[in-house]
């Protein structure tokens, strides 16, 4: 079965710091990864999707980054953090086998302060 | 940007009820997903239904589809109080860009024991 794991779960950071979140998968191979960032009672905004090794779109400008080193890592980066980066950061994927079902990994809490 | 938008925002009801949530969205779908999002946890996939059908059951969960008015809504039926959750609909569109799913913001339901 698949599997999502995010790490750290919880991360308490100050302004103008760096930024490494993140995302292993299990079970499926040449997955669609995802970047998502829920602010707080807020729906989901998708910051970053990939469809393979090194291919990564960006859906917001912002001062963030995504990399896919590996087929089954994901990770999002910032190399100066804002106040305004602070969120839930949930790593998604999508398998070939589950027709635009995403599962969800269990998220890392951002605060940035 | 939202394309999905659930109505109510809050919901809250007494255990044994049926809860009932409205998303409506503005482009043409390839189909229409609902997640529960327990609190400051990951989304957990319920029920997918594709452009072409248009009512759906799982368990406790009716969920129907109008293209026509661009709607779709979610019925749990006799309500727990583990029903508790954030509950989002998501929309995969059709053509360009349908690896992406659209989220809306949530209809937040309380089930009161």
């Known amino acids: 079965s698949q599997t999502i794991h995010q790490w750290p779960a919880t991360l308490v950071q100050p302004v103008g710091s760096p930024l490494s979140l993140e995302c292993t998968v299990e079970g499926t191979s040449n997955p669609n990864l995802y970047w998502y960032r829920q602010a707080a009672g807020r729906g989901l905004q998708l910051l970053f999707y990939s469809v393979g090794i090194g291919q990564i779109s960006s859906e917001v400008p912002q001062n963030l980054s995504a990399s896919r080193p590996q087929d089954r890592q994901f990770i999002l980066s910032s190399k100066k953090l804002l106040l305004s980066d602070s969120g839930f950061y949930l790593c998604a994927l999508e398998s070939g086998y589950s027709y635009n079902e995403q599962f969800f990994g269990p998220g890392t809490r951002l605060t940035v302060l | ?113």
């Open chain 2, 1 to 113: 940007s939202q394309q999905g938008e659930e109505d109510p925002q809050a919901l809250s009801i007494q255990e044994g009820e049926n809860a009932t949530m409205n998303c409506s969205y503005k482009t043409s779908i390839n189909n229409l997903q609902w997640y529960r999002q327990n609190s400051g946890r990951g989304l957990v996939h319920l029920i997918l239904i594709r452009s072409n059908e248009r009512e759906k059951h799982s368990g406790r969960l009716r969920v129907t589809l109008d293209t026509s008015k661009k709607s779709s809504s979610l019925l749990i039926t006799a309500s727990r109080a583990a029903d508790t959750a954030s509950y989002f609909c998501a929309t995969a569109n059709s053509g360009a860009g349908s690896y992406q799913l659209t989220f809306g913001k949530g209809t937040k339901l309380s089930v009161i024991p």
